[in-house]
């Protein structure tokens, strides 16, 4: 497929404010489904989040059967959405498979020609920028090295160790998550994103990867009669935003 032939068409400012500002955090859900078709959507929507050199370091954990499901709401905390809602989903980021996922970069490249920097960077680069060696000794050198060529000129400051693997993973992972949830929401679905959990269970029961972390767990339905506890509010932006 050519690159240009598969942009989709400009979207619409209203269709896309919709979206957003009906989006909110819904604590009630009906007991009606969401269908498979709308998941799969959903899902392939959030994998379309952009991420850190493309290497998709995210992995969704679906969870309906009705036994599953009570016992990680319990493990949510018995929180009102967990309880209430007819799917919950684990996004969970890998600090892991980037090794793999460079190696099916170049195996599923969407073009004919594989251009030769994009080799070089998931066969050689990629390798060293994200391995940060047996006990993060590999890390360690690299930060070494990268203060003292950084007092030259600019140099990339990480991830340099395990910890900065795991803000790597999550920030492309809080990308799907946000893309998942306004996806149901163009679907006409509502979700609640949720920290508070017990993250020892939750990996236990849902049998997660060593090296998975729990970004967030997705309550996913159709939001009940008040299922919306407030009046959405932000600060403004004189607080926040910083022209500079
Ligand atoms: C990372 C994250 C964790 C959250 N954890 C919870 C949670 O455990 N329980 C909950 O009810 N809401 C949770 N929320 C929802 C926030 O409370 C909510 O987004 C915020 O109050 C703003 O409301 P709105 O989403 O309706 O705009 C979480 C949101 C995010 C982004």
Redesign the pocket.
């Known amino acids: 497929m050519n690159a240009k032939s598969d942009i989709a068409p400009n979207p619409t400012l209203d269709e896309f404010r919709k979206v957003v500002r009906s989006?909110?955090?819904?604590?009630r859900f009906t007991n009606e489904p969401v269908p498979q078709d709308v998941l799969d959507d959903c899902l392939d929507l959030a994998m379309l989040a952009p991420n850190s050199s493309n290497l998709q370091p995210w992995e969704f954990f679906v969870v309906r059967t009705p036994e599953l499901k009570d016992r990680l709401a319990e493990a949510?905390?018995g929180?009102?959405?967990?309880k209430t809602a007819p799917v919950l989903i684990a996004v969970v980021a890998r600090t892991d498979t980037w090794r793999q996922h460079s190696r099916m970069a170049l195996e599923q490249w969407p073009e004919e020609k594989l251009p030769g920097i994009v080799e070089k960077y998931y066969s050689k680069i990629a390798p060293i920028h994200y391995n940060q060696g047996p006990f993060g000794l590999l890390g360690i050198a690299k930060k070494t090295a990268g203060l003292v060529v950084g007092l030259s000129r600019p140099v990339p400051r990480g991830p340099y160790s395990i910890n900065e693997m795991k803000v790597w993973a999550t920030k492309s992972t809080?990308l799907a998550?946000?893309n998942l949830m306004l996806a149901l929401r163009a679907h006409g679905y509502d979700s609640?994103?949720?920290?508070?959990?017990d993250e020892y269970r939750v990996r236990r029961l849902l049998s997660l990867p060593e090296k998975g972390l729990v970004?967030?767990?997705l309550a996913a339905g159709k939001r009940a009669e008040k299922g919306?506890?407030?009046r959405?509010?932000?600060f403004n932006q004189d607080e926040l935003v910083h022209y500079l």
């Open positions: 989006r909110r955090s819904v604590r949510c905390l929180q009102n959405a967990a809080a998550a946000e609640c994103p949720m920290e508070g959990f970004t967030m767990v919306v506890y407030n959405q509010y932000r």
